[in-house]
């Protein structure tokens, strides 16, 4: 039963969403260095946060489906990497805006940030064809779960390397030295990193709850020995 | 709410706004764009699903027509 409680989430992500789209435009002070083009920070960086862990929760999910084989939780692996690489493209046009209006330019390859962001995001675009390659399920299941605990590392250290780097670029917002957010700032920044990170749970669930539904209908099929309706994906796995 | 976005301050929409606004709609059509490739998933499943309806009423149909010959 993936689909219980997904109303609630919805109405409650609708909800967050709303009142941090309210804060940022209503609520957040302008940014005295940056002015109006600041408010794309409430969008971008919750993003990029959110998928980031979500790949690092994909890992976990992965190192749960090893330890215990329950194709269950290859699905969730796949599915929170799935929506993490949907959240990554959003983080990579959001950011060349940001880029542009800030900087002049689209892309900025000197920076470390914005690089290791998309290398990141390269080596899971890699995840697809890669589950793709391998037809038997179970095997694609298994190395489709090392690729993500492998990468799932990745993730983490790389955030680690990028804050050694100590870029004069790229602003820490979070820094205790220099100061940090001001408070309202603060505030504003938390309830859309809520909001996303809501939106995240809420569009695992429905496409956890979709795939499930699917995978029902093929068990029926299978039950009453009815006729195939042709080609299915060979990538997701099958939810049960 | 009128009273609330009168006392609000107007959006500055010059060359900041554009990329502001530019950066919020390329959020929303994504989100958009997802929702409407789970949209037609679900159509599918539906589709399916009315046609493993159809099979098994068929079926069922075909099973009592048979018991009713073997009676006869």
């Known amino acids: ?240 | 709410m009128f009273e609330l976005l009168a006392a609000t301050p107007a959006l500055p929409l010059d060359e900041a706004g554009k990329y502001v606004a530019g950066t919020y709609i390329v959020f929303v059509v994504l989100l958009v764009v997802y929702v409407g490739i789970m949209a037609m998933k679900l159509q599918r499943i539906e589709r399916e699903l009315r046609e493993l309806a159809g099979f098994a009423e068929q079926r069922k149909r075909d099973e009592d027509r048979e018991e009713v010959g073997a009676d006869v």
């Open chain 1, 1 to 240: 039963m993936y689909g219980k409680g997904l109303r609630p989430l919805s109405i409650a992500t609708v909800a967050m969403l709303t009142l941090s789209l309210s804060l940022v435009f209503f609520y957040a002070p302008l940014d005295g260095d940056q002015g109006f083009i600041q408010k794309i920070f409430y969008l971008h960086v919750p993003l990029a946060i959110t998928a980031l862990i979500g790949f690092v929760v994909g890992a976990v999910f992965a190192v749960l489906h090893l330890r215990s084989g329950d194709s269950r939780w290859d699905a969730y692996s796949y599915v929170s990497i799935h929506m993490s690489v949907i959240f990554g493209v959003a983080v990579l046009i959001t950011g060349g805006i940001w880029a542009k209006a800030s900087w002049g330019h689209w892309w900025v390859w000197d920076e470390p940030t914005l690089v290791s962001f998309l290398i990141v995001f390269l080596l899971y675009a890699t995840y697809y064809p890669f589950r793709y390659a391998i037809e038997d399920r179970d095997r694609q299941a298994r190395y489709a779960s090392v690729f993500a605990i492998t990468a799932g590392a990745f993730v983490p250290l790389n955030f680690m390397a990028v804050r050694l780097a100590e870029s004069l670029v790229h602003p820490r917002v979070f820094a205790t030295a220099n100061g940090g957010l001001p408070g309202s700032m603060r505030l504003t920044f938390l309830c859309s990193l809520a909001a996303m990170a809501l939106l995240w749970v809420t569009l695992v669930k429905f496409e956890l709850t979709a795939k499930s539904a699917s995978g029902q209908v093929k068990r029926l099929r299978r039950a009453l020995d009815a006729p195939a309706p042709g080609a299915t994906s060979r990538i997701a796995p099958e939810v049960s």
